[in-house]
């Protein structure tokens, strides 16, 4: 990943000379630094070099895990990283404070080798804290002595300049027509490449024509990473999502850190006893996923308790459009991100040919032989446990079976098979237990929609169970990216 050190820090190194110059003198420096700063790589150029780079990470083998996704995601970063950075030219009040930030980034890229020594994961992990590091050293102020071409700021609180007729780019340092001329930038905002605006505070959009930030219940986000790309998120917490194809909108809690952030918690369900009873109100398996407008949702008070997010189609949308899932469990968090739980997996689900539908797939329907599909997936441990597993699923209800349908869960086993008895998972338990073509037996059978007639939310067998045993008490919960 040599030309990623080199794509990335061209802008970098550049501030980091001229804010030497600056330290000798002010105003000479700035002068200094107003030329320079047309050395500034251009976007079409920094773009060119990103599709390179992309291209040498597909080359690389360096790993069994899914490596043409994780360059298609690097390729979108990489793209991403260049509007940042020919933004930037205009940062001339910037030049002491990236220093440190310059620094930091040699170093981080000193340690990146996409070679055979790193797997594929851990090189992902450390671009994307690399380059949403770089990403946010952005500089916030415009000063009017920097605007060159006739170009002012648009107001105390402008980000860049705005530019003449004629003149076009963060300092108007360029002749030639807007780029946004087909969109124009509106509210002081300011062209920083083809239909892209840089925004003042507090307006937000391509245009900078929304006040309401991505992820508001007045601009619901198709996924949480669409909020960490706008720029708009606001850390962990709880935001406003409509999936792709979805009626209506929900709120949930994204975690906007773990793994590279951009999760959204879809359901969650606890285990207060492994031992197998059928009546133990305490367990709450976790609820059908493909529920109507989900089940007792309340994200910020998960203890104890289950739940299914309400979206018209339960999380049947979120699961469809995610490339990732994360099973979480152990401890019992009313709130809160990831990091709470004791046990954390990753699961690539870009590979499932399968449409998820969450449609009961015990031993009587789906986990009958014939019907849903078994699947390889690579489950990833990243807290609690350690190491890369393949594992197995029916494709459409990311889910397992017992071979007696007690227990029927979300997650994974490692028998390559419909329904089987099994030791290893991840796996937690959900109301499909039990329903059969009759509601369960030696149970409280609860009906869920559309096609749970008698489940049982409180059967658990032997708890929820880790990649590598059973028998785990506290809460799960499932997270899609
Ligand atoms: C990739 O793997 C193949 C097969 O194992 C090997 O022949 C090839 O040299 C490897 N390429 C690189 C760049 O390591
Ligand atoms: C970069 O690495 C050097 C040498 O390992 C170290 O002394 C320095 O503190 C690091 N800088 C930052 C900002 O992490
Ligand atoms: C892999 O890493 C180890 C130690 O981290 C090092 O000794 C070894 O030379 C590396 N191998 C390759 C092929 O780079
Ligand atoms: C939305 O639904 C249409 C029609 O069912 C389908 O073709 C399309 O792939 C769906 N899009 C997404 C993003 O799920
Ligand atoms: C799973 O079983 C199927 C059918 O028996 C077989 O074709 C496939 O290779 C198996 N997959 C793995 C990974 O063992």
């Known amino acids: 990943m040599r030309i990623l050190a080199f794509l990335t820090f061209t802008s970098c190194i550049a501030l980091s000379q001229l804010s030497s110059a600056k330290s000798s003198s002010h105003q000479p420096g700035v002068v ?58 205009s940062c001339l009040e910037c030049f002491d404070k990236l220093e440190e930030a310059v620094e930091r980034c040699k170093n981080l890229s000193d340690m990146i080798h996409c070679k055979n020594n790193i797997t594929a994961t851990e090189c992902e992990e450390m671009k994307a804290s690399l380059i949403s590091y770089c990403s946010s050293k952005e500089c916030d102020v415009c000063k ?22 004629g003149y076009t780019g963060a300092f108007c340092q360029k002749k030639g ?34 006040t309401s930030r991505l992820g508001t219940k007045e601009n619901p986000a198709p996924n949480a990473q669409a909020i960490l790309d706008a720029g708009e998120s606001q850390g962990s917490g709880m935001y406003w999502i409509q999936p792709p194809n979805e009626t209506a909108r929900a709120e949930t809690y994204c975690d906007m850190s773990f793994a590279g952030g951009g999760w959204m918690l879809a359901s969650y369900g606890y285990v207060h006893t492994p031992n197998g009873n059928v009546n133990n109100k305490d367990n709450k398996a976790i609820p059908n996923m493909n529920n109507p407008f989900g089940y007792s949702w309340l994200p910020n008070r998960r203890s104890s308790s289950n739940g299914v997010i309400n979206l018209p189609h339960g999380a049947v949308k979120i699961a469809n459009n995610a490339n990732y899932m994360i099973m979480a469990a152990g401890n019992n968090p009313a709130s809160g991100g990831i990091d709470q739980y004791a046990y954390v997996y990753r699961i690539f689900l870009s590979k499932n040919p399968y449409k998820v539908t969450f449609l009961n797939h015990n031993l009587f329907n789906g986990g009958q032989q014939g019907r ?108 899609f990216k």
């Not at 690097?74 to 990283?81: G, I």
């Open 32 to 89: 200094q630094g107003e030329k320079k700063c047309d050395e500034y790589m251009s976007y079409e150029e920094c773009v060119k070099q990103a599709a390179a780079t992309t291209a040498k990470c597909r080359r690389s083998n360096s790993s069994h895990l899914n490596v043409d996704k994780i360059c298609t995601d690097f390729d979108q970063k990489l793209k991403k990283l260049c509007s940042a950075h020919s933004g930037k030219a």
């Open 144 to 165: 009017d002595l920097y605007c060159r071409n006739g170009g002012k700021c648009a107001g105390p609180s402008a980000v860049w300049c705005t530019c003449p007729a």
């Open 177 to 210: 027509k807007s780029k946004c001329t087909a969109k124009p930038c509106k509210n002081g905002g300011t062209c920083i490449g083809d239909n892209r605006c840089k925004c003042p505070p507090s307006f937000y959009g391509a245009q900078c024509d929304r």
């Open 372 to 479: 849903m599909h078994v699947t390889k997936f690579v489950v990833e441990a990243l807290k609690g446990e350690s190491g890369t597993y393949v594992r197995f699923a029916l494709g459409e209800a990311l889910g397992v079976t017992w071979s007696d349908s007690y227990p029927t869960g979300y997650g994974f086993n490692d028998k390559n098979s419909t329904n089987a008895n099994f030791n290893k998972g991840p796996f937690f338990p959900s109301v499909h237990s039990g329903s059969g073509r009759s509601p369960c037996s030696f149970c409280t059978p609860t009906n869920f929609k559309p096609d749970v007639p008698g489940g049982n939310p409180h059967y658990t067998h032997r708890g929820w169970y880790t990649a590598n045993g059973y028998g785990k008490t506290g809460q799960t919960s499932v997270w």
